[in-house]
């Protein structure tokens, strides 16, 4: 199966999700975001196949965000993009693409919706304790 996730290794959710795809028995293609940010096209293509919209895949946590204004509900979506791009800690993570569809995988569980039945042999376990699948 192939699958790619768009990592952030210093973001818990983000570990625990590629975890979850190696317990799975998956190697994915790991882009770490920050290092090498989608482009406008392909984001845009992620938000939409996840059926996101701008705002709701944009992370609103941080100093960021707030210094440019960018919970005001009069931006366009086209701003909100154009916010991500130019600034791609702004992408909330991790995005997972597979065959079966795209996610934002927050919480971390929100993966299994994307992965085949049955895909763990065992339950995982999160960083935090919880048991999953």
């Not at 210094?67 to 992408?91: E, K, Q, T």
């Amino acid at each position: 199966m192939s699958v790619t996730i768009y990592h952030n290794p210093a973001c818990g959710t983000s570990r625990n999700t590629l975890a979850m795809l190696r317990h799975a028995g998956i190697e994915p293609e790991i882009i770490e975001y920050l290092k090498s940010p989608p482009d406008r096209a392909e984001l845009e293509t992620m938000i939409r196949n996840a059926g996101l919209t701008p705002r709701q895949a944009m992370r609103d946590k941080g100093d960021l965000f707030d210094a440019l204004g960018l919970s005001d509900p009069s931006l366009s979506d086209a701003a909100l993009l154009d916010a991500m791009v130019a600034n791609p800690a702004l992408i909330n993570r991790p995005f997972v693409i597979t065959e079966i569809g795209t996610r934002l995988c927050r919480p971390s569980e929100k993966l299994l919706e994307i992965l085949p039945e049955g895909r763990f042999a065992t339950p995982f376990t999160k960083e935090d304790g919880q048991v999953v699948g």
